[in-house]
Structure formats: C-alpha cells, structure tokens
C-alpha cells in the first residue's frame, strides 16, 4: 500500500529536531486527526534555506511526507521552498495511497508558515505567499493525484 520510499521515509525520518533561535518557525495541526507539524528554517544572508528541522505528532504518511519535503527545501531559496508543493513531495515519494494525500498538506502549510514567519521577521514580503491557516483540516483536496 505504501511505496518504499514512504517507508523509508517513515522508518528513518530525516532532519528530525528543532533549531534554536530559527529565522522560521511555522506551526501547522489538521484538527480533523489531531496530527501536527511544526518545521524550523535556518536561512542565510542570501535567503538560502542552509537548514532545516522538523517535529512530527501525527500518522506515518505525515511523518515521511514532512521527512522528503524537508529534503526537497533544504538549500532552496525561500522563493524555491515556495514551489514545493504538497503534490511536488508526492510525487518524490513515488506517490501516496488517495485516503492519506491529505497528511502531505501538512507539510506543505507548515513551509509555508515557516516562510511567513521569516518575512514578518525580516520585514519583507513573498510574492504569492499567503498567510497560513494554523488548522487544515477544513481543507481536503481533490484525490485525483
Ligand atoms: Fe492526520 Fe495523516 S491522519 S496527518
């Protein structure tokens, strides 16, 4: 039912943890499970996302999710980290089962709440960055992926 990439994933998560005194902290729950993401960005002068960590209270499809779109961020730009969708870090995981692609918005909120935390931070704006919602669980996607 799962690919092996979500398993590995799952099994050996990577880039578990927090940073302390992170440029970007972005906190997001699915009331519906009661699962939560929380990723911490370390970014640099040039915007570059030098590291990243995250902690995980939620089911394995949103643990290995979180894991791979970690990956993917890691030395983007904050621009780049924008494009990483919750179907981008799918399709890295050779897909999920149509009753678990809700976990993998948690991810994706999660970066996106991360990287408006640095811009109220720096005081500076991402073009088509919108402010987060901290519960996704009013929010389903299509299954068609
Ligand atoms: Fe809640 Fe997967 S069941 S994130």
Same mark, same amino acid.
């Given at each position: 039912?799962?690919?092996?990439?979500?398993?590995?994933?799952?099994?050996?998560?990577?880039?578990?943890?927090?940073?302390?005194?992170?440029?970007?902290?972005?906190?997001?729950?699915?009331?519906?499970?009661?699962?939560?993401?929380?990723?911490?960005?370390?970014?640099?002068?040039?915007?570059?996302?030098?590291?990243?960590?995250?902690?995980?209270?939620?089911?394995?499809?949103?643990?290995?999710?979180?894991?791979?779109?970690?990956?993917?961020?890691?030395?983007?730009? @904050?621009?780049? /980290? %924008?494009?990483?969708?919750?179907?981008?870090?799918?399709?890295?995981?050779? !897909? &999920?089962?149509?009753? +678990?692609?809700?976990?993998?918005?948690?991810?994706?909120?999660? @970066?996106?709440? /991360? %990287?408006?935390?640095?811009?109220?931070?720096?005081?500076?704006?991402?073009? !088509? &960055?919108?402010?987060? +919602?901290?519960?996704?669980?009013?929010?389903?996607?299509?299954?068609?992926?």
């Amino acid at each position: 039912m799962y690919s092996e990439k979500v398993m590995d994933h799952f099994t050996n998560p990577r880039n578990v943890g927090e940073i302390e005194n992170a440029s970007g902290v972005g906190t997001v729950g699915n009331a519906k499970c009661g699962d939560i993401m929380r990723i911490y960005f370390d970014i640099d002068e040039n915007q570059v996302i030098r590291d990243v960590k995250f902690k995980t209270f939620g089911c394995g499809a949103a643990v290995a999710t979180s894991s791979m779109a970690t990956e993917l961020v890691k030395g983007k730009t @904050i621009y780049e /980290a %924008l494009e990483v969708t919750n179907k981008a870090v799918m399709e890295a995981l050779d !897909g &999920l089962p149509p009753i +678990k692609v809700h976990c993998s918005l948690l991810a994706e909120e999660a @970066i996106h709440a /991360a %990287l408006w935390d640095y811009c109220e931070k720096q005081h500076i704006t991402i073009e !088509g &960055l919108k402010k987060p +919602k901290s519960d996704i669980g009013e929010e389903e996607p299509s299954e068609e992926y």
